[in-house]
């Protein structure tokens, strides 16, 4: 395994741990597992981006610009009416 299929695994472990951390975080039942999965929540949010930049820097992870029109059809897509 090279490294590019490492920090794939690793970038696709990060998100789905914070998607669990998520929804635990929201079903929790009391104020302590509530602040235990916030922060183990944001903890993986941090770990993701790491690795997302890790993966940038490396140009294994290439983002492409948006164009205008498409982020025009997004703000209207989501706003509130």
């Known amino acids: 395994m090279d ?11 990060e ?8 929804h ?4 929790s039942s009391n ?3 509530f ?3 916030i922060e183990n929540l944001e903890q993986t949010l941090n770990n993701q981006h790491i690795v997302y930049k890790i993966m940038e ?6 983002v492409e610009k948006a164009k205008k029109e ?3 059809k997004a703000q209207q ?4 009416k």
């Open 70 to 72: 498409n982020i025009k």
């Open 57 to 62: 820097n490396a140009n294994y992870y290439q």
């Open 31 to 33: 104020d302590f597992m």
């Open 3 to 13: 490294d590019k299929m490492l920090l794939e695994e690793l970038l696709c472990y």
């Open 15 to 22: 998100k789905n741990l914070c998607d669990i951390y998520m």
């Open 24 to 27: 635990a975080t929201i079903e």
């Open 77 to 80: 897509k989501f706003q509130c």
């Open 35 to 37: 602040d235990n999965f």
